[in-house]
Structures are given as C-alpha cells and as structure tokens.
C-alpha cells in the first residue's frame, strides 16, 4: 500500500498509473516544461495522483486549498501565470472557473510513464505563502531541493523512519509545504501514507481513528496541536501506535518532549525551516542541546577576516 484515503486504498503501482494518466493527459493539452498548473483537490485519493501526475508531465504544481476565499484563488491563478487549473465537480469553489476534471485526466487511456528529462533546478513546485502583509507571496522550488530533503541521510529523522516506520498520518494542509515533507519522504522511502480528510483535521477523536486504522507509526504535529489533543482520552490512547513524530512550525516546549517521551515512549525530533528552504533548514532529536549559537571546541575550523587573514 501506498496511499489509504477514506476507504480507497492505493499500492504504489496504482497510483504510478494514476499519475501517468494525469501526466500524459496534460502532455496531449500541450503543457510545456516548467509551466505552472493549479490543482484544487479534496483530501481524497485524487491529490497524490495529481500532484505527481503534473511533476511527471514535466510541470510544477501550485496547491490551492478549496476553502481559500474567492478573491484568493483568482489572485493566485492570476498572479502564478496558471494555463491550467485541475479540480472537480465536487469541489464547490470550482464552480464558476474554467478547470480540468480530474476524473477525465484520471480515465486518460495511456498510463505509460512519460519519462521525460528533467533538470534537477527546474521548478517542481510553488507554494503561496500568507505573507505577512498584502497579498500571499509565491515561494518557487526547485526538483533538487525536494530530492534533497527525502533522502534517508539528510537529517537523524529520515534515518528513523527508514529504519522503523510504516507509514505516516498526514494531517498538514497541502498550501503549506509542510504536506509535501508527509507526501514524499514516506513515499520515496517505502512507507505509506494515511491522508486524513478534511473533517478529521481539527478533530482528535477521528484522527486517533486513522492512526489507529492501518499501523502508520510516524506523525507531524504542531506543538500546541499536540498539547490540546493529549487532552483527548481517544487521542492519547492511539499514541500507544505512534514511534515517531517531527514536531515543526513553533517552539517545542521542553515539558512536552519530556511528557511524550516518558509516558508514551516517542521519539520527538524537532524542525526548522522557512518554505523558501525546501520545507525544513534543520532537524534534531528533541533534547539535543547542541545548537548553532553552541560554542564546539577542537572543530579544525579556520576563520579569516574579510582580506584572509587568519582571526585568532
């Protein structure tokens, strides 16, 4: 399995042929590489598809969330330059825009892989921030930086996972790229993923359901989202299934860490890093006081002032 949704389940060979449809419908629409296409998705089994279908065909996705306010949408598709937007029937904001259905790409009648050539610096994606004042800005990434972060050498998390995990519960938002560190790293490293819909996101007692449902042991979780759902019996009963979880997006309170660590056994790893970084700048196992403001003794590091010099 690579992907449970409600009550689809997909292997990982089902949702390559997923994304080969997607992929090979946008390259017969003329999509060009590096172009930018919108989808907007409920959380169900047609995201994953969507989002690989388009990097496959060689383009970059834009993620929008169905629940944006009108304007929102408009500026984004307007702002990213979109050709295409995909969405479906049953997503209500698509009502009164131009948009590709997703079940027309999805019965696309080739599911061969299109394998096309692809610079590792060719835009994979681009994320809308929130902007701290004005309109939402457009982070762009690159295919690099995404090979990069799913590596199971790139950080002491990844290297957990790859040695105990099943599969993760992805609770993230797909505007914030943080979903995209639950999407591919499970994924480009064997595991599966439980993509909890959108009613079970702000609502403890269905979320302990589907950690439970299918033994994924991995989760991301903010830090105050974690304390408010401790709180629920349901949800601190499901931790009992939960080895790992990356904690991001806030400060990481110590009593916390303590707390999962000595009454549920987890391992709590804690990330850093703006969208313009490709997810995540830095990742420790939480308890590791060694920071970049940590003096190292004997480190053989040489500094020299701006003419080269050597500082004592």
Not at 9 to 24: G, H, K, P, Q, V
Not at 204 to 223: Q, S, W, Y
Not at 281 to 293: F, H, P, Q, S, V
Request: net charge negative; hydrophobic share 40%.
């Amino acid at each position: 399995p690579a992907l449970y949704a409600n009550d689809v389940c997909l292997t990982f060979r089902e949702l390559d042929l997923m994304s080969n449809r997607i992929a090979n419908g946008l390259i017969q629409k003329g999509i060009r590489m590096g172009e930018p296409v919108m989808y907007m998705l409920n959380r169900d089994y047609r995201l994953l598809p969507a989002m690989f279908g388009i990097l496959k065909a060689g383009a970059a996705f834009i993620p929008v969330d169905p629940q944006y306010p009108r304007g929102r949408i408009e500026y984004i598709l307007e702002n990213s330059g979109s050709s295409y937007i995909i969405s479906s029937k049953d997503v209500e904001a698509a009502g009164e825009i131009s948009y590709l259905e997703v079940d027309e790409l999805l019965s696309f009648e080739k599911d061969s892989d299109p394998r096309l050539s692809i610079p590792q610096e060719q835009l994979a994606y681009c994320i809308y921030t929130s902007g701290t004042t004005g309109n939402p800005k457009g982070v762009m990434l690159s295919h690099r930086g995404i090979v990069n972060i799913t590596h199971p050498d790139n950080n002491p998390f990844n290297r957990d996972i790859v040695t105990c995990g099943t599969g993760i519960t992805a609770i993230g938002s797909v505007c914030f790229d943080i979903s995209l560190f639950e999407f591919f790293v499970p994924l480009f490293n064997g595991m599966f993923i439980e993509l909890a819909p959108d009613d079970a996101l702000a609502d403890p007692v269905k979320l302990a359901g589907l950690i439970r449902a299918h033994g994924a042991n991995i989760l991301h979780c903010t830090p105050s989202r974690l304390s408010a759902y401790l709180h629920e019996k349901s949800f601190a009963e499901a931790l009992a299934f939960v080895q790992v979880i990356l904690a991001a997006g806030e400060v990481l309170p110590g009593s916390l860490t303590d707390e999962l660590r000595e009454d549920y056994g987890i391992r709590i790893y804690n990330g850093y890093g703006p969208t313009e970084t490709t997810i995540g700048a830095t990742i420790t196992e939480a308890g590791d006081n060694l920071t970049i403001g940590t003096p190292i003794a004997n480190t053989g590091i040489l500094i020299l002032d701006e003419e080269g010099r050597l500082l004592p």
